[in-house]
């Protein structure tokens, strides 16, 4: 006897087994999407705390040219206009790094 709200005949055992098959392969592909946007927002950190890196050690850079152009004021004009030109290498980085740094921020 059919339980009470169903309509048709029961679903043979194949067909049981098909929409088994059909569920398990629908929970691998989403296993499979959840991996692999895991993976993306690994990669999104890592890239981020690369960036932090590469902008704390420009900050680091700056900070010594700053100290040297301060110290061979007036002394040693070569080294001082060396360390000027390098300084606006460096603050350039600076700004490229902390730009790359927005795209990635969520």
Known sequence: MPLA?????SPSPRDEDR?????????DRESER?????????AELMRQEELLRQIEAEEAACAHYKKVIKATDGE??????LC???LADE??????FRG???EYAP
Request: aromatic share 4%; proline share 2%.
């Open 100 to 102: 790359f740094l927005k």
């Open 19 to 27: 929409r088994e098959e059909e569920l398990e392969d629908e929970l």
């Open 5 to 9: 709200g169903a309509s048709g005949p």
């Open 91 to 96: 603050e350039e980085h600076l700004v490229l």
């Open 76 to 81: 040693d004009y070569v080294t001082q206009d």
């Open 84 to 86: 000027i030109r390098l």
């Open 34 to 42: 959840g991996d692999a946007l895991e993976s993306e927002i690994e």
